[in-house]
């Protein structure tokens, strides 16, 4: 089944083109049932290169997806044209204002790492929407620095700065292969890496929550958050196969000090094409999410927040 886009967003074009099944939202208007609401909160500079790593994860399960993008409201992007952002972005003052609700709800990483929470310029509505989802949203995912944001705002779990960045394809354990979150992973999996803080295995489980998958080198890389109904991903199963390298290459022509990502290319060499070795759990754990929110999410959207009804009882 597809992933609803509107026909003139370009990851309609790209995900089209390799072979994700996409649908118009005229087509799936006429289809007799609900589609899940997916909701995306942006808060990367490059929005479109986000938009399609994490349509491309969500669409690709036999359900239909009806993505939203959302913006923080006062924030302004210097990265994205402004009229890409007015096409099919919409401020969350306005989506919370509507009385919205979700099935889902995915807020991504932000390159402001180096800032303490509260000096970040949108962190008092960012505050907002992590409550927000708590009434609205049945299923919550935060990815890198979103997931960092979402734990400290609701368990007060810090972050830390790391002696340096870390950087590459970094081998991790999965601790729960029971969990549904986790079905059909193997027990050890290669996931980009790439921040430079870190959260603690002790302060996590100090709050009471389970570590699915870590890692020896860089530490916790997925928590589960069942109070909040969240996911926290510190890492990047998203990445596209040479988003490491745009980002190497970025830094190299900046003239900023970094080291050659660990792992990802062939023999460490950079003149080499990179592989991509995370694929297949990208989208293991991205459709793992979406079939839980299915299972267990209520066919009436009204009562997102209110109950739960789980097709597996």
Not at 292 to 313: C, H, Q, S
Request: hydrophobic share 40%; proline share 8%; glycine share 6%.
């Amino acid at each position: 089944m597809p992933i609803k886009l509107p026909a003139d967003l370009p990851a309609f074009d790209v995900l089209s083109n390799e072979g994700v099944m996409v649908m118009p939202e005229d087509a799936a208007n006429r289809q007799d049932i609900r589609p899940l609401r997916i909701g995306l909160l942006n808060l990367m500079p490059k929005k479109i290169q986000t938009e399609n790593q994490f349509a491309r994860l969500i669409g690709a399960t036999p359900l239909q997806i009806e993505l939203s993008l959302i913006r923080m409201s006062e924030h302004k992007t210097r990265n994205t044209a402004a009229d890409h952002m007015a096409a099919f972005y919409r401020p969350f003052a306005e989506v919370a204002e509507t009385g919205e609700k979700f099935d889902g709800l995915i807020i991504t990483g932000a390159p402001i790492e180096h800032l303490p929470y509260e000096e970040v310029t949108y962190w008092a509505e960012l505050t907002q929407v992590f409550d927000w989802t708590q009434t609205n949203v049945h299923s919550t995912f935060g990815v890198c620095w979103g997931g960092m944001a979402m734990i400290h705002h609701f368990h007060n779990v810090p972050k830390h700065m790391l002696d340096h960045k870390a950087f590459g394809c970094v081998r991790h354990s999965n601790l729960a292969p029971a969990s549904p979150y986790l079905r059909g992973f193997s027990d050890e999996m290669v996931i980009p890496v790439s921040r430079w803080t870190g959260l603690q295995r002790n302060e996590i489980t100090k709050a009471g929550l389970p570590i699915l998958i870590d890692s020896a080198e860089t530490g916790p890389c997925l928590v589960e958050d069942p109070t909040h109904r969240a996911l926290y991903v510190f890492n990047h199963f998203e990445y596209d196969s040479d988003t490491l390298k745009q980002e190497y290459d970025r830094d190299i022509a900046a003239g900023t000090p970094i080291n050659v990502p660990a792992n990802y290319y062939p023999q460490d060499d950079p003149s080499l094409p990179p592989q991509n070795r995370w694929r297949s759990h990208a989208h293991l754990l991205y459709g793992n999410w979406v079939n839980e929110i299915y299972l267990t999410t209520p066919f009436d959207l009204n009562l997102v927040g209110t109950t739960r009804t789980d097709l597996r009882a």
